[in-house]
């Protein structure tokens, strides 16, 4: 088992290398303090995410358990399904500009 994030998710270039490259489990752990983090981890490829403090700390944590759950579990869809075309800033149309109207 590997652990990797003592503050947050840290470089998302370092944190893919260590996915793709090690051939054991990653769980991420250590500075995880939002459900989109730990959802975007899973997308990354981690086995698992670790959220104590998160929600230990929440103003109600029951609910911010459940919101890890279903972020947890849409990483690992999405992670599954393979992402398509992700741009990394900026936006590009993905429907034609033209003749749309016309339909």
Do not use: W
Request: charged letters at 20%.
């Amino acid at each position: 088992r590997d652990v990797l994030g003592s503050r947050g998710l840290g470089d998302v270039y370092k944190r893919q290398i260590l996915i793709d490259e090690i051939d054991l489990p990653i769980i991420v752990d250590a500075g995880i303090g939002a459900p989109s983090q730990a959802c975007e981890a899973m997308e990354m490829g981690a086995a698992a995410v670790m959220a104590n403090t998160a929600v230990a700390t929440a103003d109600n944590c029951p609910m911010m358990a459940h919101a890890f759950k279903l972020a947890i579990e849409a990483g690992r869809a999405a992670y599954l399904a393979k992402l398509g075309r992700v741009l990394e800033s900026g936006a590009e149309a993905s429907s034609p500009l033209t003749g749309f109207l016309q339909d």
